[in-house]
């Protein structure tokens, strides 16, 4: 099948006062059109870098891609001049943000934006009366009520939950198809959270979008994706289809997240990985999860362990599952 | 359908409505509301409700020179014989023209540099808009405006120009401190990665954020701008006599203080309602847009 995103060898570094940042550490990910990918790791591990890669949104300076390459649909978007990128982006590729709060401009209704996306992403021309119905029928789909107040609405008229839909609305309104999803139940309620992520996917479901969703929560990969992508102070040490993750991870770090997890049967406080996150200014040397590793030995410390396919769809950044190893 | 039962007709007399109501819950802002009404009103009918409009400019009658207020001048008449409040209705005019000329032709480019300066900032299009607009800022307005006035022949024009030289970088300034900071709000990062250009970015977006401080400014400037025009005038770089213009007046009349002291007293008095009624106004205007973004 053809890939639709391909990152491959992604660095990314961040001058500060303080020296170099080295974050993105050589990223490898890719995605098959139709695809249902989970990219997790825990805050600050790169992440949400990757994706403002993939928009070319990184803030630059402090932030530098130094090194790689990322093909959508074959065409590197890191060499694109910037009025075809801005094709790519809503057309090609779209975003839902974290915080659908800041995400809304407070001065424009809802109809406004709702509208001006449309108007600029869709791929044939429409007349006003024609993207006014197109924008009813979106926030119709995303299940907000009385869409026709709703677009003259402010975005602080709305709730959270309701600002979240209007914004997977604007994304998903000119038919991307590749959707990008950066934690978009963050910032709400725990049973709203239920409700986006149902609504989320009943919706890229029925157009076949391919998504990658960004999170922290194991929980939410296991309703959210097909594939899931582990991310490791800023390089991917593991991918796997979900179900085999989640039976059987190789990694350390991955067994490690597991076993972070809280159960509700279980017996007492969930045990955590020991150690934290490593500077990025100094990250150690060879594979960047040594330090806290239970497994490491010599090896670990002399060179990064290469991201390497050790069964059929699973790939693995770790010497224990090199041959002869 | 009549225009003024239709829905968005409505919503937006709704929204005016609510607009003056949160205008007027402080009552100076309305007091400063009536001066600029008032002033605008005088300025735009002078012919017609000045007693003596023929005295406005070139006209002597010394028969009548130096008279104190009366019921037939009540503001008095001038040395040449003139009727104050005639003058002083006149003399609106240029005043109000000074400060809507200024403010026109110094807003838009002001505007302009201060976004692209914010929006592209920590890049050379900032260090080079900004530096440039450190040098104006670093003189003082009014001593650069003489400097500018005393080089070209003294008019309402080139005093115009002068003030309009040396105001622009206090909008830049303004709208590139806001606009730096609203470039890194998510909106604006999620517009670009909606495809939005540059232009849409610059205008669509970060703009209309600016735009409730653009014009508490601008109310407060109308009534500095009419101030500092007034005084190029009074120290005889502005409008030249016989041209009603306020600043002229009260440096004509005071020459004759204390002794007659209605000829500089009511055209000073006019100024300083005008600039008294622009800056009530921006209080007002601030008081709106701040609940507004509540």
Redesign the interface.
Known sequence: MEKLLQIEGLKVEFKVYEGLLKVLNGVELALEEGERVGLVGEAGCGKTTTMKCVLRILPSPPGRITAGRILFRGQDLLRLPLQRMQRVRGRGIAMIFQDPTAALNPVFTIGDQLMAVIRHGSRDAMNKKEIRRRAIAVLREVQLPDPERILANYPIQLSGGMRQRVCIAMALSTEPELLIADEPTTSLDVTIQDQILRLLNALVERRGTSVIFITHSLGVVREMADRVYVMYAGSIVESAPKGELFSRPLHPYTQGLMRAVPKLTGGGIAEGIPGRIPDYLNPPPGCRFQPRCPHAWERCSQAPPPLKEVEDGRQVACFLYEEGA | MAFWKRPGFQ?RWDSVKRGWYKFSKNPVSVVGLFFVLLVSFLAAFAPYVAPYPEHAGRFVNFSEASQPPSLKHPFGTDVFGRDILSRVFFGFRYSLMMGVVVLLLVVPPGVVLGLLAGYYR?TWIDTVIMRITDVFLAVPPLILALAVCSVLTPSVFNAMMAVSLMWWPWYTRLVYGLASSIRN???V?????????RS?ILF??IL??C?SSIFTKMSLDMGWVILIGSSLSFVGLGAQPPTPDLGTMVADGAKYLPDQWWIAVFPALAIMITVLGFNLIGDGLRDLFALE?V
């Open positions: 919503r920590g709000e998510f909106f990062q999620a517009a670009e990665v909606a495809g939005a250009s849409h669509r977006e209309p954020n735009v973004e």
